[in-house]
């Protein structure tokens, strides 16, 4: 990438950085504040009472002297980029290395990583995308062929998907968990299902894109419905397919992490909910972080086919 | 057995029906436009209520939707809490501020350079993140109040309508910009005129897809950490309970308002947008 490109990326992020390190301080100096004053320091208003109902900003400018350990507290409300980061090579580099049951001392790597965990994700991210948007594809043809699918089905999949899918994820986790499934396909069934609607939406449209003029050509060269599709719909919804592609991996994505807080068995879900129940901010920042690299990457290399497919196409400069 | 024959005879009357009134002499009809998703829909529900009761499963797997309809008419007043909690206070509080401070955003981000190659690459990643995950540190932020469920929202509807507002602002050819310029119309005219109408059907698009993030962020939210009233917090305690008909009567709830919701954009979208390609033809 270019410099020109990547100069005003730099600055934005090193300008959310900057707020991030600056939010810390009021954010953390009820904790920091504490922790000063066990260790004897004198803070003001020396009361705990009296902070707990103090404005954030109004302790920060109280307590100047104090504020220096806003960014090493040891159970921060918002922790620190730098804490993060720590906390994220020791939980996958050191863990693979020097953990428990890392490299060093058992000869293979660690279950309890993040990279394991992510791996875990990925799987059920993978499997539920390739189930949704192939679906999703099919069905979009069928609504554009078919007027009795397109009427029947079309307005049942809209509100199909304003079921709150991940709020049942409890539920078919348990269900297929009594029929005897479990492990992958439960989270990939919630992942499929996120993925389908964003697929279904774009292709339709798409496959609707070619206008009237277009659509009259094809007439004139006496071509049916097989032709039009392969010849005009479907590469006229490329554009379409891809932007929808790319909004379903990432909801797929979404699914596999809501579908593993049930059953603690793995994967980065699992880790933010325990984060969660420990006060372990940093845990759910790295497994955040780390949720978000999955993510850039997928999106990645969907957008990186997208521009390959539109340029040999000739739909791209 | 005899629930199962029936399901099947009941389904090749509702697909036969189906594809009389879809192809036959009443298709253009409005009110076969309503009877087939109708039809369709009353079809997968008497089967369902058939093979769940022919195959006897047990309503701790899937409850009949009879048993679902009871629940739902005998809490009434219960799931409207729920409802105005989780529905009108989280989920339309945060969609609304989140998707105008991304419309807001996407305007300045359009018409400065440098915020756009800044903003648009950070847009497009933040877009594709799994933000749902925020839940648990906006909790223990601003509480188990709807508050913290409005910011989950805030934060989910922010990025998918930011790019997709300004991918629709950057919908207009060269060719009609040089005519506004020929014009010598300035950026606030060329907006309102040309760019705004253009980008209208990627706003709506961003806009529809928010409607459904906007009810997955306020629920999930809830599973975090929630008052005892709540959509959310009504699907985790049942399921605890093994009340699925319960589950199913929240879940019906959030089905109800979601596609209320999405028609009414839908809605707005044919109202305004009724020039462009996908919305003529049908």
């Known amino acids: 990438m270019s410099m020109r490109r990547l100069s005003p990326v730099l600055v934005m992020v090193a300008g959310l950085i900057g707020l991030w390190y600056l939010a810390a301080v009021p954010m953390n100096v009820h904790e920091v504040l504490t922790a000063a004053e066990r260790g004897g320091a004198e803070v003001s208003p020396p009361s705990a009472m009296e902070r707990r109902d103090m404005g954030n900003w109004a302790l920060v400018l109280r307590n100047p002297e104090h504020l220096g350990a806003s960014w090493s507290s040891q159970r921060p409300r918002l922790p620190a980029p ?52 192939g679906l999703g594809i099919l069905l979009a043809v069928g609504i554009v062929h078919s007027r009795v699918m397109d009427m029947s089905v079309m307005p049942w999949a809209i509100v199909s998907q304003t079921i709150p899918i991940v709020a049942l994820a409890p539920m ?62 479907l590469p006229a919804s490329v554009p379409y ?46 497994a955040l972080l780390v949720a978000a690299a999955l993510a850039a990457v997928l999106v990645w290399a969907i957008g990186a086919a997208e521009r390959r497919a539109l340029r040999r196409m000739g739909m791209m400069a | 057995m005899s629930g199962v024959v029936a399901a099947l005879g009941v389904w090749a009357a509702g697909f036969g029906l189906n594809l009389w009134l879809a192809n036959g002499p009443v298709r253009e009809a409005r009110a076969t436009r309503l009877a087939v998703p109708l039809i369709f829909g009353l079809t997968l529900l008497a089967m369902w209520e058939l093979l769940v009761r022919g195959l006897g499963v047990p ?81 223990m932020w601003f509480g188990f109040g709807w508050q913290s469920k409005a910011a989950v929202v805030v934060l989910m509807v922010f990025f998918p309508m930011l790019v997709n507002t300004v991918a629709g602002l950057s919908e207009t050819s060269a060719m009609q910009r040089d005519l506004m310029r020929t014009y010598a119309a300035g950026w606030g005219q060329t907006l309102r005129h040309l760019r705004l109408p253009a980008a209208m059907p990627f706003v709506f698009n961003g806009l529809k897809i928010c409607t459904t993030l906007a009810l997955i962020g306020a629920i999930v939210a809830e599973f975090f950490g929630s008052p005892t009233l709540g959509l959310g917090f009504r699907i985790s305690t049942s399921i605890g309970q093994l009340d699925l008909g319960m589950v199913w009567s929240a879940i019906l709830v959030a089905a109800l308002a979601g596609t209320f919701f999405y028609g009414l954009v839908s809605l707005i979208e044919r109202r305004v947008t009724f020039w462009h390609a996908s919305q003529r033809g049908h």
């Open chain 1, 241 to 286: 397919l891809f932007a929808s592609l790319k909004i379903a991996i990432a909801a797929s994505l979404v699914g596999a992490i809501v579908g593993e807080l049930p059953v603690q068995q793995g994967g980065l879900g699992a880790r933010m909910l325990a984060g969660s129940y420990y006060g372990q901010t940093a845990q759910i920042w790295a």
């Open chain 2, 59 to 139: 309503a701790v797997i899937l409850p009949p939707p009879s048993q679902i309809a009871a629940t739902f008419a005998g809490n009434l007043p219960l799931l409207w809490r729920d409802f105005v909690q989780t529905i009108l206070k989280g989920a339309l509080g945060g969609y609304v501020i989140g998707c105008s401070a991304a419309f807001l955003t996407a305007l300045l981000v359009d018409r400065y350079d440098y915020l756009r190659r800044g903003l648009l690459p950070l847009g497009n990643f933040m877009a594709a993140l799994p933000i749902v995950g925020t839940a648990p540190i906006l909790v």
């Open chain 1, 82 to 133: 730098h804490v993060v980061l720590v906390e994220l090579y020791e939980s996958t580099i050191d863990e693979e290395l020097n953990g428990r049951r890392g490299l060093v001392r058992s000869g293979s790597l660690s279950n309890r990583s993040l990279v394991y965990h992510g791996l875990v994700t990925l799987n059920a991210t993978f499997v539920g995308f390739l189930i949704g948007a």
């Open chain 1, 172 to 233: 078919i986790i348990v269900v297929l968990y009594s029929i005897g499934v479990q492990g992958l396909l439960p989270k990939a069934v919630i992942s499929a299902y996120l993925s389908f609607f964003p697929v279904v939406v774009g292709m339709v449209k798409g496959l609707r894109s070619p206008d009237g003029m277009q659509l009259d050509l094809m007439r004139t060269y006496n071509a049916d419905a097989a032709t039009v599709l392969w010849k005009l719909r």
